[in-house]
C-alpha cells in the first residue's frame, strides 16, 4: 500500500484484507492457539493505535511484529502447539504431522505452514516476512525434506 | 498407506483454520475493554463504524472509572498490578477475613486454591448479600457490570437458566461491582424474572481485592471458602455455567435438538453452498442479517452471520398458519437476537436453527420452541454470544 491510500483506509477495511494474513503467519510461527490469540492482540493494538499504524508503509507487517513481541511476552510459546487432526479428515492426514511440523525450526515451519497448508505463494511469504524469494525457497525445502524423514514418507510423490 | 505430503499438508490447512479461527470485531473490542480497564488509561477510541454503542459506553465507563483516581492523585498511568501501597495502610489492613472465618490476604489475585477474603453486596432492595454465608456450600459466582453490554443481559440470562437447573447443591451469586448504577441494573434485571440472587457492590471492594482486572469473571467457590476454578471472556465463562448446573450444552435439555458440532465462522465474498436446510452455521458474509420478522426471503450468508452473534433463527415454510405467524411474530418482539423469515422447501414447516443447533418442528404451539429461543440466544454454542444484531443488513416489519 502506497502512504496516502493508507493514511485514507479504515481500520474496519485494512482488518478484512489483513486478518487471514496476520493470523496465518503468527499460527505458523507459534502454533494454533498462541498464534491465534497473538494475532488477535496486535489487531486490538493495531485498532487502538491506527492514528499511527494506519499511516505506515506496511502495517501488516508492522502488527507481525507487534504479535511476535505479544506471543513472547504473555504466551510463553516454549514449543509451538499443533492440534491433531480428527481421525477422519479428508483427506487423511499423519497423526505424526503435527508434532513434526512443531519440531521444525520456527523459520522451516513458517514457511512451510503458509505456503503448503494456507496456500501463500512463495513472492507473498517473502513480501510479508520482507526476507529474500530465494532465503524462502531454501527454507520451505529443507522443511519439506525434515518432514518427509521424520514421517518417512518418500520423494516418490 | 500415507497420502502425498503435499496433499496432507493442505488438508490439514483446513484443521488449523478450524482450530484458530477467523478472528471478530467483538472479540477484539473485548480485549479492549478488557486492556483498558487493566491499565486505567485515558483517551477516545478511534471509530469504527457499527460499533458505536457498546464503545460509546465502554469509553464513558473508563472515564468515570478514571477521574476519580485522577481526582485522588494517583494518576493514569498507574501500573496494572502492584499499585503503589501507600503509608496508609497499616500492617492490620494486609489481613481480613475470609468466607469461612479464617485470616487471609486482604488483597488476593484469583488462582485455584487461594483463600480468597469475604466481602458483601446488596440486592436492589437493600438486602444484604453476605458472601460469608455461603461457607460450607460451593457457590457459583458471576462478577459483572450493568453497563458492559457483552456481559451483562445475556449472561445474566444464562445465570438465570442454569440457577433454574443446578439444584440445591450450590449457591449462586451475581454481583454487578465496577461502577454499578442500580437504575442500569433495574434495567436488567427489573421484569421480576429473576430468582437468581443478583446484588450490586460501590465501593470498588471485590474489585480491589480479588484484584479484578477485567469483567466478566466468573469463579467457583469452594465449600471451605477457597477458590476452585475462575472463568474470564463470555464464551468460556458461559460454558462453565452451563457445565456447573449440569445442562447439556449440546441440546439445552430440550427434546429434538441436533448438535452439528464444529463449524468454520470463515468470511467470504461469493454464495455458500451450506449442507443444512437452512444451514446452521459455516462460511458466511461479511454482514449480519438485522433481527426481527421478515415476510420476504432473506440471504442464507447474511443469517449464518448473525448466527455467529448468538441469533435464532426461526424460518417458516408456505404452510405455516396465521397463528404460527402470530406466534413468530411475537417471539421476534420478545428477544432482539430473534430473526424469522420464510424459506421454502423446509423440510417442516418450522424450522429453528442456533449456530450448530437445529431443531424442526410441526407447528410453532409447542413449548419447544419458546425453550430452544431461551436457551439458544445468545447461548454457549454461538462462537460470538452477545454480539449485536442491528447494524447489518435488511429491514424487518
Redesign the interface.
Known amino acids: 500500500l502506497k502512504q496516502e491510500e493508507a493514511v485514507d483506509l479504515?481500520?474496519?477495511d485494512f482488518?478484512?484484507r489483513a486478518?487471514?494474513r496476520l493470523?496465518h503467519a503468527l499460527?505458523a510461527r507459534y502454533g494454533?492457539?498462541t498464534?491465534?490469540d497473538a494475532?488477535?492482540?496486535a489487531?486490538?493494538y493495531g485498532?487502538?493505535h491506527?492514528?499511527r499504524v494506519g499511516t505506515m508503509n506496511n502495517p501488516v507487517g508492522y502488527l507481525y511484529r507487534v504479535g511476535q513481541s505479544r506471543a513472547r511476552r504473555s504466551f510463553r510459546p516454549a514449543t509451538a502447539w499443533?492440534?491433531l487432526?480428527?481421525d477422519d479428515?479428508?483427506?487423511?492426514?499423519?497423526p505424526g504431522?503435527?508434532s513434526a511440523l512443531a519440531a521444525l525450526s520456527t523459520k522451516q515451519r513458517t514457511v512451510?505452514?503458509l505456503i503448503?497448508?494456507?496456500?501463500w505463494s512463495q513472492r507473498e511469504v517473502a513480501d510479508f516476512l520482507s526476507v529474500a524469494p530465494t532465503t524462502v525457497q531454501k527454507h520451505a525445502e529443507r522443511g519439506?525434506q525434515k518432514?518427509?524423514r521424520e514421517?518417512?514418507?518418500t520423494d516418490a510423490? | 498407506m500415507?497420502?502425498?505430503?503435499?496433499?496432507?499438508?493442505?488438508?490439514?490447512?483446513?484443521?488449523?483454520e478450524t482450530?484458530?479461527?477467523?478472528?471478530e470485531?467483538a472479540?477484539?473490542e473485548r480485549?479492549?475493554i478488557t486492556?483498558r480497564l487493566r491499565t486505567r488509561r485515558l483517551g477516545p477510541?478511534?471509530?469504527?463504524?457499527?460499533w458505536a454503542i457498546a464503545l460509546a459506553v465502554a469509553v464513558i465507563t473508563v472515564l468515570v472509572v478514571t477521574i476519580p483516581l485522577l481526582l485522588f492523585g494517583i494518576g493514569g498511568e498507574a501500573p496494572p498490578v502492584n499499585e503503589p501501597s501507600t503509608t496508609t495502610i497499616s500492617p492490620d489492613a494486609s489481613q481480613a477475613q475470609g468466607v469461612c472465618g479464617d485470616t487471609v490476604q486482604a488483597t488476593v489475585s484469583l488462582e485455584p486454591g487461594v483463600m480468597v477474603p469475604s466481602w458483601t453486596a446488596e440486592t436492589l432492595d437493600s438486602t444484604p448479600l453476605d458472601l460469608a454465608d455461603t461457607c460450607g456450600r460451593p457457590t457459583w459466582i458471576f462478577l459483572f457490570a450493568d453497563w458492559c453490554e457483552i456481559c451483562g443481559g445475556s449472561a445474566l440470562v444464562a445465570f438465570q437458566g442454569a440457577f433454574d437447573a443446578s439444584g440445591d447443591q450450590i449457591d449462586f451469586l451475581a454481583v454487578d461491582m465496577i461502577e454499578p448504577n442500580s437504575e442500569n441494573l433495574a434495567s436488567l434485571i427489573g421484569n421480576g424474572g429473576y430468582s437468581v440472587p443478583v446484588g450490586i457492590e460501590s465501593g470498588g471492594v471485590i474489585e480491589e481485592a480479588w484484584s479484578v482486572e477485567g469483567i466478566p469473571v466468573w469463579v467457583y467457590l469452594g465449600a471451605d471458602g477457597r477458590v476452585v476454578d475462575v472463568y474470564h471472556g463470555l464464551s468460556e465463562g458461559l460454558t462453565a455455567t452451563y457445565e456447573v448446573a449440569g445442562i447439556d450444552i449440546s441440546t439445552g435439555g430440550i427434546e429434538g435438538v441436533v448438535d452439528y458440532g464444529a463449524i468454520s465462522t470463515e468470511?467470504v465474498g461469493r454464495d455458500v453452498d451450506y449442507p443444512q436446510v437452512p444451514p446452521v452455521g459455516g462460511p458466511h458474509a461479511?454482514i449480519w442479517q438485522n433481527c426481527g420478522f421478515y415476510a420476504d426471503e432473506i440471504r442464507e450468508e447474511n443469517a449464518v452471520h448473525s448466527l455467529e452473534h448468538g441469533v435464532v433463527w426461526i424460518t417458516y415454510r408456505e404452510d405455516a398458519t396465521s397463528s404460527d405467524l402470530d406466534s413468530l411474530r411475537a417471539l421476534a418482539e420478545s428477544d432482539d437476537h430473534v430473526l424469522v423469515s420464510p424459506y421454502p422447501d423446509l423440510p417442516a414447516t418450522i424450522v429453528a436453527s442456533a449456530w450448530s443447533r437445529q431443531l424442526t418442528l410441526e407447528s410453532a404451539d409447542t413449548p419447544r420452541l419458546a425453550e430452544f429461543v431461551d436457551f439458544f440466544v445468545s447461548g454457549p454454542q454461538a462462537p460470538e454470544p452477545g454480539a449485536t444484531c442491528e447494524g447489518g443488513v435488511g429491514s424487518p416489519e
Open positions: 479504515s481500520f474496519t482488518a478484512r486478518e487471514s493470523r499460527v494454533t492457539e498464534g491465534r494475532a488477535a492482540e489487531l486490538a485498532w487502538e491506527w492514528d499443533f492440534p487432526p480428527p479428515h479428508e483427506p487423511h492426514v499423519e504431522l503435527p512451510v505452514v503448503h497448508c494456507f496456500a519439506i518432514l518427509r514421517l518417512g514418507v510423490d | 500415507p497420502t502425498d505430503l503435499y496433499a496432507q499438508l493442505q488438508s490439514y490447512g483446513t484443521v488449523l482450530d484458530a479461527p477467523h478472528i470485531e472479540e477484539l480485549i479492549i486492556r477510541l478511534p471509530e469504527w463504524p457499527g468470511h461479511d
